[in-house]
């Protein structure tokens, strides 16, 4: 064995990679890097079980179910396709329709529910030789040195690695939020299978999504409706036919007729940006390096290619990995700059009232929907980002 490949007491050698992080973006950044023939440990706290506690339904842009195929095969999930978008603001005038027929009758994206992908994920990282596994396994803290990293965890030695990937999002206190999130299941009548929906409201955006349940869910849809927090509160304390008539109106009589809403939940919107996604031999993945709002569904997108870049970057200098992370950063800024400043903006342009702004609004909205160079840029940052 060399010297570089050092066995610590918990049999992980101290040249691989350390992905801090075993939800679906640490488990797809492992699985790209074994693809490229790089090794990697991962470490998380949670069991696979206790992350597939999590029910929300993701929402994947083209290039993400694109790159998931590659990882994993096709049919690496149950999910529903997204064919068509339909944006639209209440109260005004036009509309713009994102459709599949703009790209040869493939699909835009598809959702998919976050336990699914994690499972899917898991047991093909299982799989790999080149990929240790370490669950449950607490970080306590990471020490840099200057040619690796040794990170300490919970009741084990500390361990060994070239670089630290941190994929672990970032938790923040509630009550720092400003707005929230309510999620529900909603019955829609009138609404084609493979139709998602963003209205944008003076109060926030809301957003329908199909369901992955197959041909029983056609008329159930996803619900997230971003909100300041004290709306969110009163939404959440409207009986059920309340709320179910507030979406209604919201929505408007053309998109469908929502008949009943499921159970409500909520959460935090915090959405934040860091400015460096390296520190020495330390690198920032998915919502370790932003969290966005949901508008318009870009968070877990923008992190898998996050994981995408790194993994090429790490691949083009081996020997070199110091230099990879600041080809990363370099190379990452056009695309998280201009995702995250599109959905920050978003919701405030839609909110403002204006007469001036309402009028732009409408015409942008006709504008991207007549024409169709436009139409098709747009939708095509939406499923592939920025490409620099």
Excluded at 35 to 40: D, E, H, L
Excluded at 247 to 271: E, H, K, N, Y
Excluded at 365 to 375: H, I, M, Q, S
Aim: glycine share 8%; hydrophobic share 45%; net charge positive.
């Amino acid at each position: 064995m060399k010297r570089s490949e050092r066995l610590n007491s918990n049999g992980a050698t101290a040249d691989r990679i350390a992905i801090l992080g075993g939800g679906p973006i640490g488990l797809a950044c492992a699985l790209l890097l074994s693809a490229r023939g790089i090794r990697s440990q991962l470490l998380d706290a949670r069991t696979v079980e206790d992350s597939a506690q999590d029910r929300r339904l993701l929402a994947l842009s083209r290039g993400t179910v694109q790159v998931l195929t590659g990882l994993l095969g096709p049919g690496f999930a149950p999910m529903a396709l997204i064919m068509d978008v339909h944006v639209s603001s209440a109260g005004q005038l036009g509309a713009t329709h994102l459709s599949s027929q703009d790209f040869s009758g493939n699909a835009l994206g598809a959702t998919v529910w976050y336990a699914d992908l994690v499972r899917a994920l898991a047991r093909a990282a299982q799989a790999k030789a080149d990929i240790a596994i370490r669950r449950p396994c607490r970080v306590l803290g990471l020490e840099q040195r200057p040619d690796s990293v040794l990170i300490q965890v919970d009741q084990a030695e500390p361990v060994a690695a070239t670089i630290a990937i941190n994929a672990e999002g970032t938790p923040a206190a509630t009550a720092d939020a400003a707005a929230a999130a309510l999620l529900c299941d909603l019955e829609v009548q009138g609404l084609a299978a493979g139709t998602a929906v963003e209205r944008f409201t003076r109060e926030g955006p809301l957003a329908l999504l199909p369901l992955p349940d197959g041909a029983g869910a056609r008329d159930r849809k996803s619900m997230i409706w971003c909100l300041d927090q004290q709306l969110a509160s009163e939404r959440m304390a409207l009986s059920d036919d309340q709320f179910t008539r507030k979406i209604q109106a919201t929505l408007g009589p053309r998109i469908g007729r929502v008949v009943r809403a499921g159970p409500r939940s909520r959460f935090p919107l915090l959405p934040h940006s860091r400015l460096r996604l390296r520190e020495h031999r330390l690198v920032y993945i998915g919502n370790a390096a932003q969290s966005l709002h949901p508008v318009a569904g870009q968070g877990f997108n923008l992190g898998i290619r996050d994981c995408v870049c790194l993994a090429d970057c790490l691949a083009g200098t081996p020997q070199d990995p110091v230099s990879a992370l600041s080809r990363y950063e370099s190379t990452r800024k056009a695309d998280r700059f201009a995702i995250s400043r599109l959905t920050g903006a978003l919701p405030g342009l839609f909110a403002a009232r204006g007469a001036p702004i309402a009028m732009v609004r409408s015409i942008a909205l006709v504008a991207f929907d007549l024409v169709v160079p436009a139409r098709r840029s747009l939708s095509s940052v939406l499923m592939f980002g920025v490409r620099s």
